[in-house]
């Protein structure tokens, strides 16, 4: 039996809009994604960020239970504005957000290491898993970067532009994908010689 495909729908960079971005969270969810994600952008502080993400994760979760929501901050916050990449796994597990992520606001060809470095990237890493929370790493994310996200545990990872011929833009290119399929299988199989 195939495994079923996961659904997820991104809401975008959120203004500080609760109202709104939980209708439309309710309404993705209603839809039957398997994940509603938003990025905060808008909600700059702790507390515009929780109250987003409570009223997001409420709506959602009146609609359709099994909907998880994914709260995303960004690497480069200070740059681009947005709430502070630390303070996210704190708000939102206020906020009973099951999933966090890290990505980048802006597409310039950074990726979240280059903006933050490792020490930072693991660090949210870790508190996420201190807070029981599944964590998600984005933002250019090529072979090497696959990898080393991988490493540190991260549970989810997400890709665009490395997977496409062209880039952000660009169409799915089979070679891409089998350089980031390699990636991943050594990153797997350096995990469980250490083991």
């Given at each position: 039996m195939k495994a079923p495909v996961l659904v997820s729908a991104a809401l975008g960079d959120a203004p500080h809009l609760p109202g709104t971005f939980a209708?439309?969270?309710?309404?993705?969810?209603?839809?039957?994604?398997?994940f509603v994600k938003v990025g905060l952008m808008g909600s700059a502080r702790e507390d515009q960020a929780l109250l987003l993400l409570t009223a997001i994760r409420e709506a959602v979760s009146d609609v359709n239970p099994k909907t998880r929501v994914v709260a995303a901050a960004y690497a480069d916050a200070r740059e681009e504005g947005g709430l502070p990449p630390e303070a996210l796994p704190r708000v939102a597990r206020q906020a009973g957000v099951p999933v966090v992520m890290l990505d980048t606001a802006r597409k310039d060809?950074?990726?979240?290491?280059?903006?933050?470095?490792?020490?930072?990237?693991?660090?949210?890493?870790?508190?996420?898993?201190?807070?029981?929370?599944?964590?998600?790493?984005?933002g250019s994310l090529g072979p090497e970067e696959l990898a080393l996200g991988h490493s540190m545990g991260a549970d989810i990872l997400g890709v665009r532009g490395s997977a496409c011929a062209g880039g952000r833009e660009g169409r799915l290119a089979v070679d891409r994908i089998q350089a980031l399929r390699e990636a991943l299988r050594e990153s797997v199989s350096r995990a469980s010689v250490r083991s």
């Amino acid at each position: 039996m195939k495994a079923p495909v996961l659904v997820s729908a991104a809401l975008g960079d959120a203004p500080h809009l609760p109202g709104t971005f939980a209708l439309a969270a309710a309404g993705a969810a209603a839809c039957g994604a398997d994940f509603v994600k938003v990025g905060l952008m808008g909600s700059a502080r702790e507390d515009q960020a929780l109250l987003l993400l409570t009223a997001i994760r409420e709506a959602v979760s009146d609609v359709n239970p099994k909907t998880r929501v994914v709260a995303a901050a960004y690497a480069d916050a200070r740059e681009e504005g947005g709430l502070p990449p630390e303070a996210l796994p704190r708000v939102a597990r206020q906020a009973g957000v099951p999933v966090v992520m890290l990505d980048t606001a802006r597409k310039d060809g950074r990726s979240t290491f280059d903006v933050l470095g490792e020490t930072a990237v693991r660090a949210f890493l870790e508190s996420a898993r201190e807070r029981g929370l599944q964590a998600a790493l984005a933002g250019s994310l090529g072979p090497e970067e696959l990898a080393l996200g991988h490493s540190m545990g991260a549970d989810i990872l997400g890709v665009r532009g490395s997977a496409c011929a062209g880039g952000r833009e660009g169409r799915l290119a089979v070679d891409r994908i089998q350089a980031l399929r390699e990636a991943l299988r050594e990153s797997v199989s350096r995990a469980s010689v250490r083991s």
